[in-house]
Structures are given as C-alpha cells and as structure tokens.
C-alpha cells in the first residue's frame, strides 16, 4: 500500500469508456431478439451473428432513436451526419473478424454530466458516443483445456459512451459511473442491469509527477460501481509502486478479480492503428433531420438534474434526494417522483410527503420480511398520506402516531380505509384532553424528581425526557405540545 506522503506526488487522471445495451427488442443489425438473460447458449442467433458470407446487415432504427435520447441525457444533441467502421480484431467470440462502430464520425460529440462527491460537483466532458455491435461471449470451464462461445450477444446494439480524463480520484470515477446509470435509466435508453451486463465499464488510469499523462492501463468489462472505485484505487497503488522502483508502467488491458480486489494482466493494449479500421461499405450513413431530433427531444421525460431541482425547492437534503431518484427505479410498483409532482405546489405538504416516502415507506419496500399492501394504487398511497397529514394539522395524531398508522395501512392486504376512524380503531388518535393528560403529567412528575430537579436549575432537556415519558404513559397517544405545556405549569416555568 503507497503511503499518503508519496500517493500525493502523484496527479492520477482517469478516463472511463462505458458500453450500455441499447434496450431494443432486437439486435443492431438482424430480427433476432435482444434478451440474452435467460436464454439457451446460441438460440438467439442469425447468420450475420455466425458472420456468413453473403448477409448484409440493417440498420435497427430504434437504435438510433435511443441513442439520439442519449444525447440530450448527456447535455447535447445527436450529430446530423454519422458513419459506420468496421474495427478489426480476431477472437473466438468475433465470427467476422470485425465489429461494427463509429469512430471518426460517431452520433454524439461532446456533452458533459456534473455529478458530486462530498456535495462538491465537477464536470466530466464526454469526448463521443458512438452507437456499436457487441461481441459474443467467451467462458473458459474451470479445469477443462477448453473454451466456449456464446454468440447470443453478438450484434446486441451498443452505446459506447467515452469520456475525457476529467476525474482524478476513486470517488470521481464511482461517481461519474453512477450518474451515467441514472441518465441512460430515466431516459429510458437501457435496463442497465449490471448483473446481466447491460452496463459496464471500462476504466483508464494513470499516475504521473508531472503535466504530462503518465502511461495508461485500460482495466475492461467492470459491471459495479463499487469495483470502479477499488480498481482506480488498486490501480493508483499499484502503478506509483512500480514508478517508485524506477519500473515503466506498462500499456495493457486487465481485468478486475473481486474476490482478491486486485486488477490482472490480460494482454497488451492495442492503440487505434492497430485495429485496421475502414469504413463499413455496406452500411450507409446516418443522416439525421431537424424535425427528427425536435420530435424526440419533445418525448424526453424529466432527467435527474431537473427532478433535484424540484426536490430541492421543497428543502429536501441531498441523501434524501438521490434516495428518492433510486427508489423511483427500483420500486416498479410506486411513481414516488410523479406523486411529489402532482402537489408540489403543496410545499408543506408536498415537502412531507417526500420524508414519509424517505423514512416510512422506501424503508418498508426494501424490508424483505415485510409484504407491501398491492390493493393501494398510487392515488389511494396519495390519499393515505393527505389524510394523515390532516390529521397532523388537526392535532389528532403526533408524528409517531403518523408512522405507525402508514405502516400499518402499507402492509394490511386491504383497500386504504376510512383514515380517521383506522386510527381511532388502533387507539393512534392523539389525546388532546387537558384533564387527561394532567392526569398523566402529575404522575411522571412525581416518579421522576431527579429529572424534575434538572429541570428546575435551568436543564430546559430535561423537559424532552418528562415528554417523552408522558408519551410512554399514554402509549404514544398523548399531544406532545400540550404535555410540555402542562410540565411547565405544574412547575412553576
């Protein structure tokens, strides 16, 4: 491990190319279907996957369409002239000897996305994105001399999106890698499901003590965002500690072990050149018109930026943000963003809405020992959580009260009830009772003289522990303002 002394002589710069599935029902280029989750090895193939002589490829058009959503996620729009090239190489997995891509006139040039680490934002320019045929899948038996090709993902329709090496610690690239996730999933340009691949990343570093860009390593096919920020981190070490010993880094593509949290060589890295590539003589360039970029930029839904935005106006922290932002995609079942939206103008309310969904029910959701309540449309949770909050404003249930009513009508297997008379039934209804809670008060004062005493030389907390048994006594039931209200009449304050 490189000692932080040393570690800062360093400048690290990293670069991270990001290949996303394009979530078409078919292939780039042939009517085979696209979902190789569960599929049997080689049952979604096509003569152009084997790379026959003699098939011709065509152009998927909703690939195109889903890349040029692509561009306005990524704070730009889609080139009006593109080209297709073909990048050779030989693999097992690569039946034509090519695959198909864009490099020097690509969908997308330029663009950028701001994320944050420790609520500081940096800005990470995108150098291109250029729509291309994925390869099939080589796996290696363990303990067999041979290998097998799958070619069910052979022609998938990628996007590779590259940017500049505009971030220079771990957390940068873990950061940039997640707000890519957001992006191409509220755009609705791929599942990005980094189990099956979908997403992954290929990640470029390199350390130097001067202006000038050390030699860099390509670390390939990373599907988490936390083995993005380990293989910066490995990789930094690494790399200073062969530098320390007056070593030259090495120009090569490794991979990433998880299991001993380290990179490994796989094979010298090729550069451009080295790739032979040529235009593709049997596909035609994309031109794309005004009217066709305005028409899809109008069906663009509302991006992360914005939603923070909105979020924000209601005075909601960070971690609360981008909880909600996840939880949106996570919960099919709930539209917690929408139902914000629609009584946003509510501040108050809007603003209490969006805590309940933060600490009651996103809780619950994730709680696999809890079933949620699937009788409750959105518009029924809607309903549930404004007649709480009118009884909140009606000082007919404290804020505990509140949490235990939700849960209990989001993990019942009925229709949202009647919401004041559930709670009478399950004794939430705040007592409100002057007589009544004296009652209760005078008998919490006379078992607690210590924290009365407190309370007498200027301890104002203590008064929090004398609520907080009323509430106790009354089984949560008792007005809390009313409480300390009586505590401090019957003392004397």
């Known amino acids: 491990m490189v000692s932080p002394q040393i570690r800062s002589k360093y400048q690290v710069t990293i670069g991270i190319e990001c290949h996303v599935q394009l979530k078409t029902?078919?292939?780039?280029?042939?009517?085979?279907?696209?979902?190789?989750?569960?599929?049997?090895?080689?049952?979604?193939?096509?003569?152009?996957?084997?790379?026959?002589?003699?098939?011709?490829p065509v152009l998927n058009k909703e690939a195109v369409h889903l890349a040029i959503r692509a561009a306005f996620a990524l704070n730009t729009e889609p080139q009006r002239f593109s080209t297709f090239e073909r990048k050779h190489y030989f693999y097992?997995?690569?039946?034509?000897?090519?695959?198909?891509?864009?490099?020097?006139?690509?969908?997308?040039?330029?663009?950028?996305?701001?994320?944050?680490?420790?609520?500081?934002?940096f800005k990470v320019r995108i150098n291109r994105v250029q729509i291309e045929a994925d390869a099939g899948k080589s796996t290696h038996p363990t303990g067999k001399d041979y290998s097998l090709v799958d070619l069910n993902r052979a022609g998938t329709p990628l996007?590779?999106?590259?940017?500049?090496?505009?971030?220079?610690?771990?957390?940068?690239?873990?950061?940039?890698?997640?707000?890519?996730?957001?992006?191409?999933?509220?755009?609705?340009?791929?599942?990005?499901?980094?189990?099956?691949?979908?997403?992954?990343?290929?990640?470029?570093?390199?350390?130097?003590?001067?202006?000038?860009?050390?030699?860099?390593?390509?670390?390939?096919?990373?599907?988490?965002?936390?083995?993005?920020?380990?293989?910066?981190?490995?990789?930094?070490?690494?790399?200073?500690?062969?530098?320390?010993?007056?070593?030259?880094v090495s120009q090569e593509t490794r991979g990433w072990d998880d299991a001993k949290q380290r990179t490994f060589k796989q094979r010298t890295k090729e550069d451009a050149e080295d790739y032979r590539y040529m235009p593709d003589p049997?596909?035609?360039?994309?031109?794309?018109?005004?009217?066709?970029?305005?028409?899809?930029?109008?069906?663009?839904?509302?991006?992360?930026?914005?939603?923070r935005h909105r979020l924000q106006s209601l005075g909601l922290d960070k971690a609360a943000m981008?909880?909600?932002?996840?939880?949106?995609?996570?919960?099919?079942?709930?539209?917690?963003?929408?139902?914000?939206?629609?009584?946003?103008?509510e501040k108050e309310f809007a603003k209490q809405l969006a805590n309940w969904f933060v600490n009651i029910e996103v809780p619950l959701r994730r709680d696999d020992s809890l079933t949620p309540n699937a009788a409750i449309t959105n518009q029924g949770r809607l309903a549930l959580y404004r007649a709480t909050a009118e009884l909140i404003g009606a000082d007919?249930?404290?804020?505990?009260?509140?949490?235990?009513?939700?849960?209990?009508?989001?993990?019942?297997?009925?229709?949202?009830?009647?919401?004041?008379?559930?709670?009478?039934?399950?004794?939430?209804?705040?007592?409100?009772?002057?007589?009544?809670?004296?009652?209760?008060t005078k008998n919490v004062i006379a078992e607690n003289p210590k924290a009365v005493e407190d309370v007498k030389n200027g301890e104002m907390k203590a008064i929090g522990f004398l609520v907080g048994q009323v509430m106790k006594h009354s089984q949560g039931r008792a007005n809390p303002q009313l409480a300390q209200t009586l505590i401090k009449q019957q003392l004397g304050l």
């Not at 992006?183 to 599942?191: E, H, K, P």
């Not at 005004?290 to 839904?301: D, L, Y």
């Not at 939880?327 to 009584?343: F, S």
């Not at 939430?428 to 004296?438: T, Y």
């Open 282 to 307: 049997d596909l035609p360039p994309i031109e794309l018109t005004n009217a066709q970029i305005e028409a899809i930029k109008s069906e663009m839904p509302v991006l992360p930026d914005e939603w």
């Open 25 to 56: 029902a078919t292939k780039l280029f042939a009517a085979v279907g696209n979902d190789a989750r569960e599929a049997e090895p080689n049952t979604l193939v096509s003569p152009i996957c084997f790379g026959l002589p003699g098939t011709l």
């Open 92 to 121: 097992p997995d690569l039946p034509m000897g090519y695959q198909i891509t864009q490099l020097h006139q690509p969908i997308v040039v330029g663009g950028f996305v701001e994320p944050e680490v420790d609520d500081q934002p």
């Open 396 to 440: 007919k249930l404290s804020s505990s009260n509140a949490k235990t009513l939700i849960t209990k009508v989001l993990t019942t297997d009925k229709q949202v009830p009647v919401i004041e008379d559930y709670a009478k039934q399950h004794n939430l209804i705040q007592e409100s009772n002057v007589s009544a809670v004296e009652a209760i």
């Open 159 to 248: 996007l590779e999106i590259v940017s500049e090496a505009d971030m220079h610690s771990a957390a940068e690239a873990k950061a940039y890698a997640h707000e890519l996730y957001l992006r191409m999933r509220y755009a609705d340009v791929s599942d990005c499901n980094l189990y099956y691949g979908n997403m992954r990343f290929d990640v470029n570093v390199s350390v130097s003590m001067t202006a000038v860009l050390g030699t860099r390593t390509e670390t390939k096919n990373i599907n988490s965002f936390r083995a993005v920020e380990k293989t910066v981190e490995y990789e930094v070490s690494r790399q200073i500690e062969v530098l320390e010993k007056g070593e030259k």
């Open 322 to 345: 981008e909880l909600l932002l996840e939880a949106e995609l996570d919960d099919a079942e709930v539209y917690y963003l929408a139902l914000i939206e629609e009584v946003i103008l």
